[in-house]
């Protein structure tokens, strides 16, 4: 049984169109990762929230931990090609143990 | 160069054989793990280690041994191969420093037991 879930497991839009990912989860974590996994490589961390409300920009993709830090959402505005992957939380479950969601596969079409 | 390496990136075995993956870095990071990541399953740890001589089993380590030769070295072996250890393999690495354990990734291994 998997501590986070992800939705959509699967998401396919046209490029420049916006999209949201959600991970959800009964517990509560110190703090979230998200990760990037593009096919044939590893997963690539994006970012770490940390507190609880925490909003972080990274360029086109905005982050937030829910208040209760239960949750995360992922928001990508005008979707480009170069972010279609899969996306992968994880909720830091002590100082060497992280707890992964099963991922949203992203597919943006030119 | 790739911070962390892993070896082969393919694998195609048959069941009962005996194969061992491996798995360098250069981030000079002491913590290294192993994780297996199916479809739908998201990444399952099968074994981590805080240094060469500080070796643990993960959620899934039945089947599985590991071996921390030095720092930036630990090996994965699958003493008997079965078809149901098909999957991606990944060696990941983290500082202990670090406050969030961020973990940095190796390419993977994708790994076939007929």
Redo the contacts between chains.
Sequence with gaps: T?L?EQSP?FLSIQEGENLTVYCNSSSVFS?L?W?RQEP??????LV?V?TGGEVKKLKRLTFQFGDARKDSSLHITAAQTGDTGLY?C?G?I?????S????TTVTVRA | DADVTQTPRNRITKTGKRIMLECSQTKGHDRMYWYRQDPGLGLQLIYYSFDVKDINKGEISDGYSVSRQAQAKFSLSLESAIPNQTALYFCATSDAAGDYNEQFFGPGTRLTVL
């Design positions: 998997q986070l497991q703090s990762q990760y044939g490589e590893g997963p690539v961390l770490t940390v992968l994880a830091v002590n100082d060497y143990k992280l992964f969601g099963a991922g």
